[in-house]
């Protein structure tokens, strides 16, 4: 994992907002988030089982995550590398992986050493850029 330095960190956004315009650039919230926070996540290169991410991370502080007008904050965006396990699980059903349904099987390495590193935080750098000034995020004070 590589934080990135972003103006993102500490900035609100009620959540309905947020989803619409990180939406637009590409990020979609993960699929491990609790009812207090969550990641936005967008995939910066793959390359068969192995991806390069980008990940926004929040908190909800007002509200409960399923509703639009829960206010969320940022915390430092980071990029990580995540190599999928292709095999079967030998803790779960292997009828369920050999079918597709085995969607939670742990990856082989979830925080995998990131080659090209200046590469990936450049590019992470610049796709928050893109997003980070608009203005349903608020700046804190």
Known sequence: ????????????ALFGDACTVLGEHG??????WDFDKGYFDTILHQDGDDSIYLRVPFDVIDGMLDEDSAMI????PF?????????????????LAAVGLDQFQKPDDPDAPIPYSEKWVEEGEAHVSRFSENAVFIAPY
């Open 79 to 95: 990029i990580i590398r995540h190599v999928l396990n292709i095999g079967l699980d030998d803790d779960d059903s292997p009828v």
């Open 27 to 32: 990020l979609q919230m993960g699929g491990n």
């Open 1 to 12: 994992m590589i934080e990135l330095k972003t103006s993102m960190p500490g900035k609100k």
């Open 73 to 76: 904050e940022f915390g430092k």
